[in-house]
Nanobody
């Protein structure tokens, strides 16, 4: 079992930055693929980025490539999402997720554990 808790959301103006954190507890953090998803009102939950605990490979959705950076601190069992050049289209609830599969999957159904989410609002 893995417990995940996000923090760091808030209100920011367009062009600004935020850093989200995801603290993990429970089973071995390093063996899991960890990722971020987001869900805007009336829309499906969508993949944002993920990082493989074993290979350290990262993968980004096209919409955030070059603006967002995912990282992990294994000593703190924490994953981060640095978000730069934010725009109103990035407004959503952001969820941290953990998966036991060996590779990164973009479908939410392929992930095993979820946090409660943190709201990110970007004003124009």
């Amino acid at each position: 079992q893995v417990q995940l808790a996000e923090s760091g959301g808030g209100l920011v103006q367009a062009g600004g930055s935020l850093r989200l954190s995801c603290a993990a507890s429970g089973r071995t953090f390093s063996s899991y693929v960890m990722g971020w998803f987001r869900q805007a009102p009336g829309k499906e939950r969508e993949f944002v980025t993920a990082i493989n605990g074993r290979t350290y490979r990262t993968y980004y959705a096209d919409s955030v490539k070059g603006r967002f950076t995912v990282s992990r601190d294994y000593a703190k069992n924490t994953m981060y999402l640095q978000m730069n050049s934010l725009n109103p289209a990035d407004t959503a609830v952001y969820y941290c997720a953990a998966g036991s599969r060996s590779q990164i999957e973009v479908a939410p159904s392929e992930w095993d554990y979820w946090g409660q989410g943190t709201q990110v609002t970007v004003s124009s």
